[in-house]
């Protein structure tokens, strides 16, 4: 990458540079104080040989913050915002749309273009000729509409033509592509900056005043084991109860990270002991032996069956379920399979579906929800392998 | 860090360099260029230099306002050979109204550096 490079180089020549300045700046100014009772100074070579040893010794003393702050004001300058995720997130969904506007505008000769999601104009370019009719191209991916393409005719009293709006039609799908991007990007780091402000409020609210309890607790157990042996008895039996509570806590903490399942018994074995919460009953086949997965791979595929298999149960009305991981060297494949009663013809997708396909387009999988051979649902989520 | 943004940060060392050159160019430089090199008070290169560091900072500034990252450098790299200058002046200046004006001069080439080196508060891990 040639701008990582000009930038590292930047960061290279700058950052030294600035520190031999503040070294040098130092002893002007020391320089400068130390002259002050006779000055102005005729000569640098009146300068007292103490003095460059005082500016040796401030520029010493003061050069670990300095260097630090320096470092890290040039690196912020020379690579940008890389450290905040938010701000990186919002730049991609903040110059790529902008950018495709333009480059639609401008290879198709039109003089409006405008890009609307969530019912607001994320971006625009050009201005609509006055009197030129707009036309309107819905922007669907995986068949969720996320906002309209608005063009404008490039005349006065003017229409496109049948050929220009199915260009637009064709050239609507890239530009969907690229809002669904933009979307998922700033999604996938709102959530993950969720999930850490959820982890420490669980460590800091949860787990810290509890353990914090204990100890203090315990100090007055120790204080009472030999004066009232029975009090310490019962506080002994409190103390057990809040470690459990305590260590339960750690268990769901841990879980909701990534489910303990997985490390123990492997994806497959896991997926034989998911709990769908009544009786349904399943068979699993995989390949023998399952090869190795990405971790983030196996989690999604784990919580998106996870939900089949519940909004099977408690949904469809299913008593069986056939769950098939099947592996490829292009990627990784998981179908679940119900004999419920199927997708409703009013169907519309609810928090468990809106999930699963979060939890797909997070790891660019692909995820199709749809009725089964001999009814019932079928769910399948494909993953590439970076391998492939 | 500072909860001022760097757009922010960058835009007021922006506007304070071109303060400085805009008073720099008005009352040092054009009244010695006009003058020529014969009859100018300061020495004639020192004039130069002068002009031509004022007029890079006027460029340096309308990059850092448009937040441009050579903008940002050029404004650290004028201001820091400002700096220099100020120093000078407060090693070898004679009266007091020049000591006074290098000491200010200082401060305001600091303030500079350190806004074009800010950096935003980050959102960081727990």
């Avoid at chain 1, 993950?192 to 157990?221: K, N, Q, Y």
């Avoid at chain 2, 550096?113 to 935003?120: D, G």
């Amino acid at each position: 990458m040639r701008s990582d490079a000009a930038n590292r180089r930047l960061y290279q020549l700058l950052l030294p540079f600035l520190l031999i300045w503040y070294a040098l700046v130092v002893t002007g100014l020391v320089a400068a104080v130390s002259t002050f009772p006779h000055r102005p100074i005729g000569s640098l070579d009146e300068i007292p040989w103490w003095s460059h040893a005082i500016a040796f010794a401030v520029v010493a003393a003061t050069w670990a913050p300095v260097s630090a702050w320096l470092d890290r004001g040039v690196h912020q300058l020379a690579f940008g915002q890389r450290d905040n995720a938010y701000e990186v997130a919002g730049h991609v969904s903040r110059q790529l749309l902008p950018s495709v506007a333009a480059a639609l505008a401008g290879t198709m000769a039109l003089p409006y273009v405008e890009i609307e999601s969530d019912g607001r104009v994320v971006t625009s370019y050009g201005k609509v000729p006055q009197g030129a009719s707009m036309v309107e191209i819905a922007l669907t991916y995986q068949d969720e509409r996320l906002g309209t393409l608005r063009v404008s005719a490039r005349r006065r009293r003017d229409r496109l033509s049948a050929a220009d709006v199915r260009l637009l039609e064709d050239l609507g799908r890239q530009v969907a592509m690229t809002l669904y991007a933009a979307r998922s990007r700033e999604r996938l780091v709102a959530a993950r900056e969720e999930e850490r402000l959820r982890i420490r409020r669980d460590l800091h609210d949860g787990l810290g005043p509890t353990l914090a309890s204990l100890g203090l607790r315990l100090g007055v157990l120790q204080r009472t084991v030999r004066t009232d042996p029975a009090a310490a008895a019962d506080l002994a039996g409190e103390l057990r109860t809040d470690v459990r509570q305590a260590t339960a806590d750690i268990r769901r903490l841990v879980y909701e990270l990534r489910p303990p399942l997985l490390d123990e018994f492997g994806l497959v074995d896991a997926l034989r002991n998911l709990r769908s919460g009544d009786g349904l009953s399943r068979t699993v086949s995989a390949p023998e032996p399952m090869p190795v997965l990405p971790a983030a791979v196996e989690v999604a595929l784990y919580r998106i069956a996870a939900e089949a298999l519940h909004n099977a149960a408690r949904h469809a009305s299913a008593t069986t379920c056939a769950v098939d991981v099947a592996v490829s060297p292009a990627g990784v494949t998981l179908t679940v399979t119900d004999d419920g009663r199927g997708l409703p013809a009013d169907y519309l997708a609810g928090v468990g579906h809106r999930s699963m396909r979060e939890r797909s387009s997070e790891l660019g999988g692909t995820l199709a929800i749809d009725g089964a051979a001999g009814g019932g649902t079928r769910v399948a989520v494909t993953f590439a392998l970076e391998n492939s | 860090m500072g909860r001022m943004t760097r757009s922010t940060a960058l835009r007021i060392a922006a506007a304070l360099s071109v303060l400085v050159a805009i008073i720099g160019i008005a009352l040092f430089d054009l009244p010695n260029l006009v003058l020529g090199a014969r009859d100018s008070e300061a020495p004639f290169g020192l004039v130069l230099g002068s002009f031509t560091s004022d007029v890079l900072a006027l460029v340096a500034a309308y990059g850092a306002w448009r937040l441009q990252k050579w903008g940002a450098v050029l404004l650290i790299a004028v201001n820091a050979f400002w700096i220099v200058q100020a120093v000078t002046s407060l090693l070898f200046d004679r009266t007091g109204a020049e000591l006074l004006f290098a000491s200010v001069m200082l401060v305001h080439h600091v303030v500079v550096i350190s806004f074009c080196l800010w950096r935003e508060r980050v959102v960081s891990a727990v």
